[in-house]
């Protein structure tokens, strides 16, 4: 005979194996990711990788040589910031795809069963405790198991 709460921990854990292997693809994935952003007069194209480091730039003109190093450097300033900011979205995009792991890790350990019924009492005394937000999440991830 199995107990119920031992297939609750080892289910629990198989997820959260689960869950580690994504991060870690994720983790490669974004040591892998680059923004690339060429300027508005095409002159230069900078790419950054995720931390923001300058990966390369390339100058497609000669136009450089001829502009004032203030003007210079704000063409520079301009691309780099374009580039990194395109980097930042990529990442936090990424990251989004993580979004309600520990409610989902919850849900896997009670199974929806009546401990979300023992443990409600004590979820209403939280500070800004939404009854109704809570079972939402609760459906939309069982929808998300199917």
Do not use: C
Not at 26 to 34: C, G, S
Not at 50 to 60: D, K, L, P, R, W
Request: hydrophobic share 40%.
């Amino acid at each position: 005979m199995s107990n119920p709460f031992a297939d609750q921990i080892a289910q629990a854990m198989a997820d959260m194996q689960t869950e580690l292997a994504r991060a870690e693809a994720m983790q490669q994935e974004m040591n892998e990711l680059t923004g690339s952003v060429t300027s508005k007069d095409r002159m230069v194209t900078v790419k950054v990788g995720s931390q923001g480091q300058v990966v390369s730039m390339t100058f497609h003109t000669n136009d450089y040589r001829d502009m004032a190093p203030a003007e210079l450097a704000k063409v520079l300033t301009d691309v780099l910031n374009e580039a990194r900011a395109d980097v930042g979205r990529q990442v936090a995009e990424r990251i989004s795809r993580f979004d309600g792991i520990g409610e989902t890790l919850r849900l896997s350990m009670t199974g929806g069963t009546e401990l979300d019924e023992i443990l409600e009492p004590l979820w209403a005394m939280r500070p800004g405790y939404d009854a109704e937000e809570r079972t939402k999440k609760a459906d939309r991830q069982e929808e998300f198991r199917g």
